[in-house]
């Protein structure tokens, strides 16, 4: 038989709890015991004056927040909105079934009066993190890291062309202190320093964000976009990140991200990451560091149907390159960039049959350059053909790539509607945190509710044997 609604209960008055509303396991339950919030009054108990109109509750501010990014919800006025229909969220905030939840403003009003230029989320997100170490959660033998896009809130067709001073290499002085040792044990003159203004580029900076930047990479549609460096353990729980312009390379802002792991990461073994950052001053920092870095092999970028650089091989005890024909290629020179030359004789490459395949020189003269950092990039490539790195380098799929595909497609990562640099780092602060915070809540009620039934299962295991002596 055909059954039919009865709609009139949805008038009905009945007596019941906002507590008896929310299911057991509601993920908003296992928020609430993961962590106590309650820190957050000691940390902005200065940012409030003594008198005046009482504020919205600092705590319930945070936990709108951590609404909106646990559940992905796109926007502070879309994130009010849910709450004023979902009881669970109501649960969540302390808020009951007729009491008015703020207004989708008080958040932002609140960051521009209270929270700006304070490190208050920095320590939210330390706090949650140091909640899952407390608990044995983290696994940092292996760090992984690696860099994504978040496309900016500016239109890319409002820009101005803009020359900036290139900013020096983090590593230039030890570069170069290396470069004079070097031409001085091949009998070479120091460089001499040139006196002229620093290297300036021209670039595109956005009117609406200038903090941004230009960013295009292979077939992808040309944005303003920012930068975020992100190192992660094995258990996918994000551990620190470097926000910068979206024109920045990986490889650059990897520096600042590495101080502050070796800082408060410092028993990290293995740094694994992509080939955005086989370079050799990075290799040479983590090899002294005692660090083991696991990377990729990286193809050499030569014309099609040349010999590779690879095919030609050198010589360490005489410091020379043999080519494919076993001719040799001596010493010329070191650069400024660090790279010493070895170049070949004209006069036996004019007559070699390879001559074709090898160069396209006007002076048939072959060049082969090795940075005076070599050594490490070669101590990497013995590293990745050690038994078990390769495994350890597929891992990057699991973790940190990950994390990227969820905080994109979960978390709302894709796109900011945050401009500055202050707020983007702001947002992933509170994003990477969400992200931690829900992967802690989920393990610690898996691990209490794992332990009860164990209990209970144990004891029903104990009364049947007590049955059966009993009975026997």
Known sequence: MMGKKDYSERSQVQIASLDDLVPSGHLVRKLEEAIDLSFIYDEVKDLYKPYGRESIDPVVLMKIVILQYVFGIPSMRKTIKEIEV????RWYLGYGLYEDIPHFSTFGKNYFRHFKDTDLFEKIFTKILSEAAALGFLDTESLFIDGTHIKANANPHKYRNEVIRKEARSYEKELQEEIKMNRQEHGKNPLKEKEKEPERITQKVSTPDPDSGWFHKGEHKQVFAYAANTCCDRNNYVLDFEVTAGNVHDSVSFWHLYRR??????????????????IPSIARQLIKDGKTPVMP???????????KKYDFVYDEFFDCYLCPDHKVLHYTTTNREGYREYKSDWLICQSCPHRDRCTNSKDSVKVITRHVWENYMEQVEEIRHTIGMKERYKQRKETIERVFADAKEKHGMRYT?????????????LLFGC???????????RIKWGAKYRSSSLQIFLSSVKMELKKW
């Not at 979902?86 to 969220?89: E, I, K, T, V």
């Not at 092999?297 to 099609?304: D, E, F, G, L, N």
């Open 86 to 89: 979902n009881l669970a969220y």
């Open 417 to 429: 509607q945050y401009r500055g640099l202050a707020k983007i780092k702001m947002e992933l602060n």
């Open 297 to 307: 092999y990286k193809r050499p970028m030569t014309q099609a149907g040349f010999f």
């Open 261 to 278: 792991l070796r800082q408060n990461w410092k028993y990290g073994i293995y740094y694994v990451m992509d080939a955005g950052y086989k």
């Open 435 to 445: 992200m931690n915070l829900k992967k802690l809540a989920i393990w610690k009620w």
